[in-house]
C-alpha cells in the first residue's frame, strides 16, 4: 500500500499535464546575468527555471555552488515545470524487493530524465501577481521544498494559488523556490569532502540561491529586505540550519538575506559531524558503488565518473523511504565553519538568527514511516532497531529504553498508546506500529519544535501550532505531509484552507499572523511562550487553542538525554 502510494505521489506531481492556456502573455525581467522570459497566465506571472549558479557538474560535482558572473543573453523561463535535481526515493539491492524495484526503476537515468530530473538543476521560480513592476517592492517568500534531503523539487507544489490569494486580499508577495542538490550529490559527508570545504552541498545551494534573490528580486518587484523562509519536512529543517548557519549571521554584503522564518513539520535534527564514522562509511560506500573505492583520489574518481554510475552509486546506501527509516545516510551535518554545530547546542548557546517564525507539526507525524518497519513486532526488537540509530554511544540500548517507556505498550499504562494518537488501541497495523510511529515522529517534530521554541519565543515573537484535522481517520491519522494541499490550496477543505493562507500570508507581509483580523474559521493566533505555551490547533471542526504539553515526560526525557540521540 505505501509502495503503490509513494509511487502515484511521485507520477502524479511530476507527469500531470499542464493545461494549454489560450490568452497567455509573454513577460519579460532584464537581471545581470541575462534577460528572463516568462509568461503571465490568469493573473500570474511565471518565470520558471531561471538558473541561480553555474551547473555543478563534471569538476563542479561535488563542490560548492559557484556564482553566475556572466551573461546567459536570453533564457527562457516559460516552461511549466523546471528541472528537479536527482531523486533519490530508497535504497537499491534491500531486503524489501518492491521498494528495490521502485528505486530501481524511478532512480534509473532514464526515467528520471522523463520526470525531467537531472545533474544541471541548480534553479529557482519565480512567480508573482501580473502587472508588478520594479518599484512595488513586494515581500517574498522562499520555498524550500522537502524530502528527507533525497526527494523533492520546485514542481512538487504550485504558488499560484497562494500568490493569487495574496493578491486577492491586498497583500501581495513574490513567491521563490528553490532547487538544491540531494542525496549524495548534496549532502554527502566524509573527511574527503571535509578537507576541502565540500560539504552541506544542499544548504550552500539554497544560501547561494538566496543571495541571488538579493541580488535580483528588486528586478521582479521584491524588497530584498523582506524575505520570509519557508520549508516543509526536511525543507523545514533546512530552515531552521539556516538559522545557525555561521552562528546566526544571515548577512550578505552587509544586510540579512531573510526577517521570519517558517517550519512545517520539521525542526531540529541533533546530528554528528561530517567526520563522524557514520558519515565515513556512507562515503566509502558510495566510492566503492561508483568504483572509485581503491583510487588514489576517490573525490577526482567519483567526480569524472559518468552520470549513470554515481546516480546508482547514491542508491546503495539506506534512504528514507527503506528500513533504516531516520537513521538517513544524507543530511546536515556540522562542518566547523559553514554548519558550526549540531543544532541543540548552537540554540543552547544563542547562535541563531533572531527574527520571528512559525513552527508547527502534524499530530501524526511518523506513522508513513512506521508503515514500512512491518517486520519488527517486539520491545526487544524495537529498542534493538532504534539503539543501531546510535553506534557510538555504548548505552544506547539503556537510553533507548527509558526514551520507550514513555510510550508504553498497554494503553492502560497511563501514557499515550501511540500514533495516531488519541485512538487507543484501534489502527496498530502491526505490533509495534503505533509506538515507532509515535517515537519517530517526536524525535523529528513535535517535540524537537518545542526545543527550539523553548529558546525562541524568549527572544523572538514566535508562534506555533498542531494539526489534528484527518484525526481517527485512519491508520495513518494526521499524517506527515497532509499539510501540503491545505497550504496550497488543493484541499476540498475550503474554510481550513482559507484559515491557514490568510495567517501565513499575514505573516509574509507583516511578520505576524494575526495582522489581517480574523474572520470566518480564523481565530486570534497566540504568541508562543514558556510560561503558558499555546498552540493553534488546526481541526477539521476549526480552530482552537491548545496547550502545548502533550508527551511531556518524553520531551523531558529527550532534552535530558539530547547528547545520547544524535544521528
Known sequence: MLFASVASLFVASTLASPLLWFGQKSTSVNINSGAINGKSVDGIDSFRGIPYAEPPVGDLRLRPPQ????????????????????????????????????????????????????????????????????????????????????????????????????????????????????????????????????????????RLAMEWVAENIAAFGGDPDRVTIWGQSA???????????????????????????VMNSGA???????????????????????????????????????????????????????????????????DGDFYPQSPELALAQG?????????????????????????????????????????????ASEHVSGLLEQYHDDPEGGQPYGSPFRTGDQYNIYPQFKRIAAVTGDLLGALQRRRILHYYSSEAPSW??????????????????????????????????????????????????????VDGAMIPWPQYNTSTPELLNFDVKGQKVISDDFR???YDYLVAHEDNFRL
Not at 559518468?306 to 546536515?332: E, G, H, K, M, N
Not at 511518523?366 to 514500512?372: E, S, V
Open 67 to 206: 556564482h553566475i558572473r556572466r551573461n546567459m543573453g536570453k533564457i527562457d523561463a516559460t516552461t511549466d515545470s523546471a528541472r528537479g535535481c536527482p531523486q533519490f526515493y530508497t535504497q537499491i539491492n534491500q531486503d524489501n524487493f518492491l521498494l528495490s524495484l521502485f528505486s530501481f526503476i524511478y532512480g534509473s537515468p532514464p526515467v528520471q530524465k522523463l520526470l525531467n530530473y537531472g545533474e544541471d538543476c541548480l534553479t529557482v521560480d519565480v512567480l508573482r501577481p501580473a502587472g508588478t513592476t520594479s518599484s512595488d517592492k513586494l515581500p517574498v517568500l522562499f520555498w524550500i521544498p522537502g524530502g528527507g534531503f533525497q526527494f523533492g523539487a520546485t514542481n512538487s507544489e504550485d504558488g499560484t494559488p497562494l500568490v493569487l490569494k495574496s493578491a486577492t486580499l491586498g497583500q501581495p508577495f513574490i513567491y521563490v523556490a528553490v532547487n538544491y542538490r540531494l542525496g549524495a550529490f548534496g549532502f554527502l559527508g566524509g573527511n574527503e569532502l571535509a578537507n576541502e570545504g565540500s560539504t552541506n552541498l544542499g544548504l550552500k545551494d539554497q
Open 235 to 261: 525543507g523545514a529543517m533546512s530552515t531552521f540550519d539556516h538559522l545557525i548557519i555561521h552562528d546566526g549571521d544571515n548577512t550578505y554584503n552587509g544586510k540579512p538575506l531573510f526577517h521570519g522564518a
Open 268 to 334: 531540529m535534527i541533533p546530528v554528528n559531524d561530517v567526520r563522524d564514522p557514520k558519515a565515513q562509511s556512507v562515503f566509502e560506500n558510495i566510492a566503492n558503488a561508483a568504483h572509485c573505492g581503491d583510487a588514489a583520489d576517490k573525490l577526482d574518481c567519483m567526480r569524472k565518473a559518468d552520470y549513470t554510475t554515481f546516480l546508482y552509486a547514491s542508491s546503495s546506501v539506506p534512504a528514507l523511504l527503506s528500513y533504516r527509516t531516520i537513521d538517513v545516510s544524507f543530511a546536515p551535518r556540522p
Open 351 to 395: 547562535k541563531f538568527t533572531k527574527i520571528p517564525i512559525i513552527t508547527g507539526c502534524q499530530e501524526d507525524e511518523g506513522t508513513l514511516l512506521a508503515a514500512i518497519l512491518t517486520n519488527i513486532t517486539t520491545n526487544a526488537e524495537l529498542t534493538n532497531y532504534l539503539a543501531s540509530f546510535f553506534p557510538g554511544d555504548p548505552d
Open 464 to 517: 506555533s501550532y498542531l494539526s489534528t484535522w484527518l484525526h481517527d481517520t485512519g491508520s495513518l491519522g494526521t499524517y506527515h505531509g497532509s499539510d501540503m494541499p491545505v497550504l496550497y490550496g488543493t484541499s476540498e477543505n475550503t474554510a481550513l484552507v482559507d484559515a491557514f493562507q490568510k495567517y501565513y500570508i499575514s505573516f509574509v507581509n507583516h511578520l505576524d499572523p494575526n495582522a489581517l483580523g
Open 552 to 554: 511531556q515526560e518524553a
